[in-house]
């Protein structure tokens, strides 16, 4: 499951903590709906299912008082399979197409069987455990391979508290090679989250928020692809750096050596048993999955040929409906060739489904929300006022607007599903207005959600990995503040550059 999923980090105290992801969305509901009462409605013209710039008209309250309090009270409903009729109305009994999230609901359900069931086998973590047996004697590249599994994790599927089992395998081992406990945290807290940072078909980033932009979510992925390589590789660099300074002179660690680091150091913990046939396996057809998921969202011919060519006879064009399907029977799969069967492997699915839920449930209460809005008929309202400041701005310019924009939002919706679901439907038709691809929305949003997460106080992979690497915030915040600018400034340059080429 994904960091971006949790709620706030454990604290030792029962000092005041901020609010859940689900209260906060609880509140955002009733405060938008409250809003309906005094936003005045409007709408734009359309264009191909797109806002004409210029051509806002307010208009009349369509809803009634009593189909207001409706609506608060249908909004998670709607959230859920709210359907559209041909008058634009949302509801559960209405006829047309759908509006809610059902389809990224049952998709976050589906992975979370497949992720679980493949954890349970033991194949994940005895990977990672081939792979630190395989390169110890070579610490730097043993760092940059780990942080590389770590982060396309993070990229793929959302990877985020799943790794703080990996701090009791490389604390020991990285200190017993002459690293620090911060190189740790490096490669575990920084590879995820720059992983997710820069997400490619991460269904809590790439997927919520290309499915509340109206774009396929292979729409843009060359570019992400490439920001992939070029953020993970500076983030590995600056890692190995470090550790190797430390290596070469203890002095320079940021957080020093406690006689426990050294009696771990000497102790060195003992290091996993090769891979069986079994997880071989497994991991083959984990690692397979998500190839031909990667294969059958990316609409190719539009990306080679241009926007408007069909669909070449081999291109599958799939979305969430056939991806569920595909992690469902891979669940089977990947857990059969683990040596689940009977009810260990079904038991193991709906493990998985329990652990996702949450998620799922916080991406319903989002578009519930945009229901409340779509149906008062204020969401061109809330456009119309955020088009003067987008007006005449350079494609580059509006990228960067929208990086900065959205970084405080993911304060205060610490989910970024959640976030994705509720802003995207907003933000991403501005788009529209300054001439660039929504996809460079959907891009912009998931480097902003990732920097404000690699150091967000309220994320339970941040405060948990560091109590488990026993590193200190501050000392963290201090050491990764850095990279976070290198980060910020390089996700702004691709995304001029992407802005341009939209």
Not at 410 to 438: E, K, Q, W, Y
């Given at each position: 499951?994904?960091?971006?999923?949790?709620?706030?980090?454990?604290?030792?105290?029962?000092?005041?903590?901020?609010?859940?992801?689900?209260?906060?969305?609880?509140?955002?509901?009733?405060?938008?709906?409250?809003?309906?009462?005094?936003?005045?409605?409007?709408?734009?013209?359309?264009?191909?299912?797109?806002?004409?710039?210029?051509?806002?008209?307010?208009?009349?309250?369509?809803?009634?008082a009593?189909?207001?309090?409706?609506?608060?009270?249908?909004?998670?409903?709607?959230?859920l399979?709210?359907?559209?009729?041909?008058?634009?109305?949302?509801?559960?009994?209405?006829?047309?197409?759908?509006?809610?999230?059902?389809?990224?609901?049952?998709?976050?359900?589906?992975?979370?069987?497949?992720?679980?069931?493949?954890?349970?086998?033991?194949?994940?973590?005895?990977?990672?455990?081939?792979?630190?047996?395989?390169?110890?004697?070579?610490?730097?590249?043993?760092?940059?391979?780990?942080?590389?599994?770590i982060?396309?994790?993070?990229?793929?599927?959302?990877?985020?508290?799943?790794?703080?089992?990996?701090?009791?395998?490389?604390?020991?081992?990285?200190?017993?090679?002459?690293?620090?406990?911060?190189?740790?945290?490096?490669?575990?807290?920084?590879?995820?989250?720059?992983?997710?940072?820069?997400?490619?078909?991460?269904?809590?980033?790439?997927?919520?928020?290309?499915?509340?932009?109206?774009?396929?979510?292979?729409?843009?992925?060359?570019?992400?692809?490439?920001?992939?390589?070029?953020?993970?590789?500076?983030?590995?660099?600056?890692?190995?750096?470090?550790?190797?300074?430390?290596?070469?002179?203890?002095?320079?660690?940021?957080?020093?050596?406690?006689?426990e680091?050294?009696?771990?150091?000497?102790?060195?913990?003992?290091?996993?048993?090769?891979?069986?046939?079994?997880?071989?396996?497994?991991?083959?057809?984990?690692?397979?999955?998500?190839?031909?998921?990667?294969?059958?969202?990316?609409?190719?011919?539009?990306?080679?040929?241009?926007p408007?060519?069909?669909?070449?006879?081999?291109?599958?064009?799939?979305?969430?409906?056939?991806?569920?399907?595909?992690?469902?029977?891979?669940?089977?799969?990947?857990?059969?060739?683990?040596?689940?069967?009977?009810?260990?492997?079904?038991?193991?699915?709906?493990?998985?489904?329990?652990?996702?839920?949450?998620?799922?449930?916080?991406?319903v209460?989002?578009?519930?929300?945009?229901?409340i809005?779509?149906?008062a008929?204020?969401?061109?309202t809330?456009?119309?006022?955020?088009?003067?400041?987008?007006?005449?701005?350079?494609?580059?310019?509006?990228a960067?607007?929208?990086?900065?924009?959205?970084?405080?939002?993911?304060?205060?919706?610490?989910?970024?599903?959640?976030?994705?679901?509720?802003?995207?439907?907003?933000?991403?038709?501005?788009?529209?207005?300054?001439?660039?691809?929504?996809?460079?929305?959907?891009?912009?949003?998931?480097?902003?959600?990732?920097?404000?997460?690699?150091?967000?106080?309220?994320?339970?992979?941040?405060?948990?990995?560091?109590?488990?690497?026993?590193?200190?915030?501050?000392?963290?915040?201090?050491?990764?503040?850095?990279?976070?600018?290198?980060?910020?400034?390089a996700?702004?340059?691709?995304?001029?550059?992407?802005?341009?080429?939209?």
């Amino acid at each position: 499951m994904s960091q971006y999923e949790s709620e706030a980090a454990p604290a030792a105290s029962k000092a005041w903590r901020f609010p859940s992801t689900y209260t906060v969305l609880i509140v955002i509901t009733v405060v938008v709906w409250l809003l309906t009462w005094i936003i005045p409605a409007g709408h734009y013209q359309t264009q191909d299912g797109r806002p004409v710039a210029g051509s806002f008209q307010v208009a009349a309250s369509p809803l009634s008082a009593h189909q207001r309090v409706k609506e608060l009270f249908l909004a998670p409903v709607n959230g859920l399979y709210g359907i559209e009729n041909a008058a634009g109305f949302v509801g559960p009994y209405e006829s047309g197409s759908v509006f809610g999230a059902i389809g990224v609901f049952f998709y976050v359900l589906s992975l979370g069987a497949f992720i679980v069931t493949t954890t349970k086998t033991g194949a994940i973590d005895a990977c990672l455990g081939h792979v630190a047996q395989r390169f110890r004697r070579r610490g730097g590249l043993l760092i940059a391979m780990v942080m590389l599994l770590i982060a396309i994790g993070g990229s793929t599927y959302g990877m985020g508290e799943e790794t703080l089992g990996f701090y009791a395998l490389l604390v020991p081992l990285l200190l017993g090679l002459g690293f620090d406990r911060m190189t740790a945290v490096g490669v575990i807290l920084v590879g995820s989250v720059v992983g997710n940072m820069n997400s490619t078909v991460n269904p809590f980033m790439t997927g919520a928020a290309s499915a509340g932009a109206g774009v396929p979510m292979g729409s843009g992925i060359g570019l992400r692809f490439i920001m992939f390589l070029a953020l993970t590789g500076l983030a590995i660099a600056y890692v190995v750096i470090y550790a190797r300074r430390v290596q070469r002179n203890a002095a320079h660690s940021v957080v020093g050596f406690t006689d426990e680091d050294r009696e771990l150091a000497q102790a060195r913990l003992q290091l996993p048993q090769p891979m069986t046939g079994r997880q071989k396996a497994v991991m083959a057809a984990f690692a397979a999955t998500f190839a031909f998921m990667i294969f059958a969202i990316i609409p190719w011919a539009q990306v080679i040929v241009g926007p408007q060519a069909a669909s070449w006879p081999w291109q599958l064009d799939w979305y969430f409906p056939e991806l569920t399907a595909l992690f469902l029977v891979m669940s089977v799969v990947t857990g059969w060739l683990g040596g689940l069967r009977g009810n260990s492997l079904f038991n193991a699915m709906l493990a998985g489904i329990a652990d996702f839920m949450g998620a799922a449930l916080v991406i319903v209460l989002a578009r519930g929300i945009t229901v409340i809005m779509h149906n008062a008929q204020i969401t061109d309202t809330v456009l119309h006022s955020m088009e003067s400041v987008v007006s005449g701005a350079s494609s580059g310019l509006f990228a960067v607007i929208m990086y900065l924009i959205i970084m405080p939002l993911s304060f205060l919706v610490p989910s970024s599903s959640g976030l994705a679901t509720l802003a995207m439907p907003v933000l991403a038709p501005i788009a529209d207005f300054a001439g660039v691809g929504r996809e460079i929305v959907v891009t912009a949003y998931q480097g902003s959600v990732g920097a404000i997460a690699m150091i967000s106080p309220t994320s339970a992979i941040v405060m948990s990995g560091l109590a488990l690497a026993k590193v200190s915030y501050p000392r963290y915040l201090m050491w990764v503040l850095p990279l976070l600018a290198m980060l910020a400034v390089a996700t702004c340059l691709f995304l001029v550059v992407g802005a341009a080429l939209s």
